[in-house]
């Protein structure tokens, strides 16, 4: 009987870690983006901006994957941004990404966009 309960207790223990795990795994690095996989392995998409900051920053990598471009009206009609900046690591902007942002007043970008 003890070593019923405490193979249950284990059991319990490793499920309660996993689904710890996933749910940190998931909810990790985002934050303020909703991004998609890129067409190269290892290479993030920021399909949408969540947050609420008027100087926006994009950063070099979500979830442990580089972020590599930026998606069609990803921020388009958020009046709350003023400024961008875009690192080097982002390749492309899509159309109308920042369509609509009436507050946006500058855009830093690095010279690998294209």
Do not use: H
């Not at 019923?4 to 870690?17: H, N, R, S």
């Not at 983006?33 to 190269?40: D, L, M, N, Q, W």
């Not at 069609?72 to 369509?99: M, P, R, Y």
């Amino acid at each position: 009987m003890k070593n019923a309960i405490k193979v249950i207790c284990f059991v319990l223990a490793v499920i309660v870690i996993g689904v710890s795990s996933c749910y940190i795994y998931f909810t990790w690095d985002i934050g303020e983006f909703e991004v998609s996989a890129g067409s190269e392995k290892g290479t993030v998409i920021i399909t949408n901006y969540l947050g609420n900051n008027e100087d926006v920053v994009i950063p070099k990598s979500l979830r442990g994957k580089k972020v590599v471009s930026i998606d069609n009206s990803a921020f388009q009609g958020l009046d709350n941004i003023k400024s961008v900046t875009i690192g080097e690591n982002v390749k492309s902007v899509g159309n109308n990404a920042f369509q609509d942002c009436e507050n946006l007043q500058k855009i830093d970008m690095g010279i690998s966009v294209e």
